[in-house]
């Protein structure tokens, strides 16, 4: 029980340490003075227009990267295959067990 | 001798994500994919000397005379190699998830196959570390080292950083 509590407090330190510093120099969303600046000479409509369209070019790229994304042939085989392999691997070793068991159960009777 | 281990452990989990920030400037989905990276190499150091280890015990046992003898002797450390086992591979299970996590917009069926397999390989280690039954112990014994799994996780794991490269 103590070996759990130790080991669990050491994987959330470890969330807690890795977490955060991938975020640490992502500043691309950030409010900065050039945006307040420009905000301030162009006023607030033209900003929010500008916002307005640079989601919907986001959008558009969005969907064009949808060739790698689910729904393809090989790799949904594969995707399927992991499937089969890992309830196969299931099925496999509780098979050996029950094989393991059996003589032992029928020789106690 | 435990109370020195544990301080050593405590800054290897802090210390071993760090090198993947190390030389990466701005860009932080450079810093994302090294954390895959770390992930791979996290779990070569966590399995390789514990699957050498365990079959050198095997061969040693059975060849018997000599060899039989230094397999006693390695006993001892066998305690040690599972805990830098289990803790390394947490370890790799974590920084692998973080990274498919932050990168979920780019997820095609290798990646989500690639993370169904490390849960999987994950769950089975854990209980058949931490529960006291014993028929789940005998069925995650059979599970946690099975060829087929163990394959299939490296099999996926080389698509998946060739599909990434492209």
Request: aromatic share 8%; hydrophobic share 45%; proline share 3%.
């Amino acid at each position: 029980m103590k070996a759990l509590t130790l080991g669990l407090f050491l994987l959330l330190t470890l969330s807690v340490v890795t977490i955060p510093t991938i975020f640490a120099d992502e500043d691309e969303d950030e409010w900065d003075d050039d945006d307040e600046r420009e905000y301030e000479q162009r006023g607030s409509g033209d900003m929010e227009r500008e916002q307005e369209r640079e989601r919907e070019r986001e959008h558009e790229d969005d969907d064009d990267d949808e060739g790698l994304a689910l729904g393809g042939g090989i790799p949904d085989a594969i995707l399927y295959g992991t499937i089969a392999v890992i309830i196969g691997s299931v099925a496999y070793t509780g098979y050996k067990i029950y094989k393991v068991k059996k003589p032992k159960l029928s020789a106690s009777r | 001798m435990k109370t020195k281990i544990i301080p050593i452990i405590f800054l290897l989990l802090i210390l071993a994500p760090l090198p993947a920030f190390a030389d990466e400037g701005d860009d932080a989905e450079d810093a994302i994919e090294s954390l895959g990276w770390v992930a791979i190499g996290v779990g070569v150091i966590a399995n390789l000397p514990f699957i050498l280890f365990n079959k050198w015990r095997k061969y040693a046992v059975r060849a018997g005379g000599q060899s039989l003898l230094m397999a006693r002797q390695a006993v001892q450390f066998y305690k040690p190699i599972l805990n830098f086992h289990i803790i390394l591979n947490s370890v790799g299970y974590f920084a692998g998830m973080t990274h498919g996590l932050l990168l979920v917009n780019d997820l095609d069926s290798i990646s989500l196959s690639l993370a169904i397999t490390m849960t999987v390989l994950m769950i089975s280690g854990i209980l058949l570390r931490y529960t006291s039954s014993r028929n789940t112990k005998v069925f995650n014994r059979l599970l946690h080292g099975q060829f087929g799994l163990v394959f299939l996780l490296v099999a996926l794991i080389v698509l998946h950083v060739l599909v990434g490269d492209d």
